[in-house]
């Protein structure tokens, strides 16, 4: 298979969730009021304004996009990390009798599937240097790469330390998330295997993983908003 | 696991998701939001508001009782006043009209008097005259006796 592939269970159930998420927002609007809310609009406000808390404590710039960049990311995110707490072969099993293949291979969790979690590190890597470039200007942007931290004559080693600091941004941004869940997943798989013991085990990780699940997707939000709070902000 | 296209199908999805939440999901929300912290706000603003006013409509009432006593314990005491005015007013009338009336009874009583003493006097004379003709028995001129007599009784 060569780059033009596509994975198309894990991009597959990414949208899924994805159309899953703005769907359950967008009909729970269409009923919303500034009254009293019921259930499920309680249930949103709460994510909206968690969201928004962290984004108003961290996020000292002014930009409309950070906001829904933040929800976006920590709502669909969580939605594919929860996917690993469905029993691992459910999906598999399912896929195999639609398609009629008993060997068809199906990654049912998106967040396992390392360009999934690369193309929403690649997303905010972008909109960091869009803003870096929009806010700060090009030549300023270049300059905290070259003239920073030990002003202009040490420029090769102000660029060895500079530059990897900030390619670790996406790097951390796409293994984290991708690592927590390949592994996860693979202990999954592995409890699977041991028969009757399987049960206590898997509840042990399931509810040990109903944090990381969590966590993870919160763990991006707030890289997301603080990396972009830097790209506002001259960091020298 | 290798990396390929996902990667910008991945891209895609979420540059057009983020930009419908921007859209169509952010905004909505947190314009509820904030109208609703403003409704929240007013609320408490009214109610602070009408605390107030109660406030100062007790105060008010309060002013309003204490003054329209005081009002009522002076019309009391004026009325109070004038009663004791009207009952000295009348003890003076009744005063005055018994000495009135013990003056004309005084009066009458004198007058009485003086009209039984006349009549005395002119029985006196009446006695005197016929005492006097018992004892003389004799013709006089009776012209010259009246005087006499007359005379007697005027210094009786």
Known sequence: MGFWAINVDSMMISLLLGVLFLGLFRFCISKATSGKPGGLQNFI???????????????????????????????????????????????????????????????????TDLNITA????????????????????GAF??????????????????????????????????????????????????????????????????????????????????????????????? | MNLNATIIGQLIAFAVFVMFCMKYVWPPITAILEERQNKIADGLEAAE??????????????????????????????ANKRANQIIDEAKDKARLEGQRLIAAAQAEITMETQRAREALRAQVAAIAVAGAEKILESTIDQAANEELINKLAAEL
């Not at chain 2, 508001?49 to 004026?78: F, S």
């Open chain 1, 45 to 111: 406000e709460i994510i909206v304004e968690m969201v928004q808390t962290n984004v108003k404590n961290t996020f000292f710039g002014k930009n409309d996009l950070i906001g829904p960049l933040a929800l976006t990311i920590f709502c669909w995110i969580f939605l594919m990390n929860t996917m690993d707490l469905i029993p691992v072969d459910i999906i598999p099993l399912f896929a195999q009798w639609v398609a009629g293949d008993p060997h068809l291979y199906f990654k049912a969790v998106p967040t």
């Open chain 1, 119 to 138: 193309g929403f590190a690649i997303g905010v890597f972008f909109l960091i240097i869009y803003y870096s470039i929009k806010v700060k200007g090009l």
């Open chain 1, 142 to 236: 270049l300059g905290e790469f070259a003239f920073h931290p030990f002003g202009k004559w040490a420029l090769p080693l102000n660029l060895l330390l500079e530059l990897p600091g900030f390619f670790a941004k996406f790097v951390s941004l796409a293994l984290r998330l991708y690592g927590n869940f390949f592994a996860g997943e693979v202990i999954f798989l592995v409890i699977a295997l041991l028969g009757y013991w399987q049960l206590p085990l898997h509840f042990g990780w399931s509810v040990f993983h109903i944090l990381v699940v969590t966590l993870q997707a919160y763990l991006f939000m707030m890289l997301t908003i603080v990396y972009m709070n830097q790209a506002h902000q001259s960091s020298h």
């Open chain 2, 49 to 78: 508001r009408a605390q107030r006013d109660l406030n100062l409509a007790q105060n008010k009432a309060a002013d309003e009782l204490r003054a329209a006593k005081q009002q009522g314990a002076e019309l009391i005491e004026l």
